[in-house]
């Protein structure tokens, strides 16, 4: 079976999720974490009614929602997504030079109340 892009978005998210759950629970972290996905179908997705998706959008997305609340999943704008400038293609020199890459979106440095 071939996965859709989205799906495949999907797939990652719920990675996100799980080693969020892992790592939060095995350092006893009592902070919540906000999680953050370019993909405007897998953010809704995240925010919608699992029984209302086909059997492989719904089970992830339950198992995302045990793990997370929905709530916490921010949608990022492609453009602002340090992780895809490189899937992007970009010079060693572009990359070198680039305020996104070494730095991230200043949105990355706010607050939780955006």
């Not at 978005?9 to 759950?21: F, N, V």
């Not at 492989?56 to 929905?70: A, C, Y």
């Amino acid at each position: 079976m071939t996965l859709s892009l989205p799906r495949l978005e999907l797939m990652g998210a719920l990675l996100s999720a799980r080693l969020c759950d892992k790592v939060s629970k095995t350092l006893k972290f009592e902070k919540s974490f906000l999680f953050h996905t370019d993909s405007s179908i897998v953010y809704h997705w995240i925010q919608g009614k699992p029984f209302r998706f086909k059997p492989f959008v719904k089970n992830r997305i339950e198992d995302i929602q045990k793990l997370t609340e929905p709530s916490k999943w921010h949608q990022c704008p492609g453009k602002e997504n340090p992780a895809d400038i490189l899937s992007r293609g970009i010079s060693v020199r572009e990359l070198k030079d680039s305020e996104l890459w070494w730095h991230g979106s200043p949105w990355l440095k706010q607050t939780e109340q955006f």
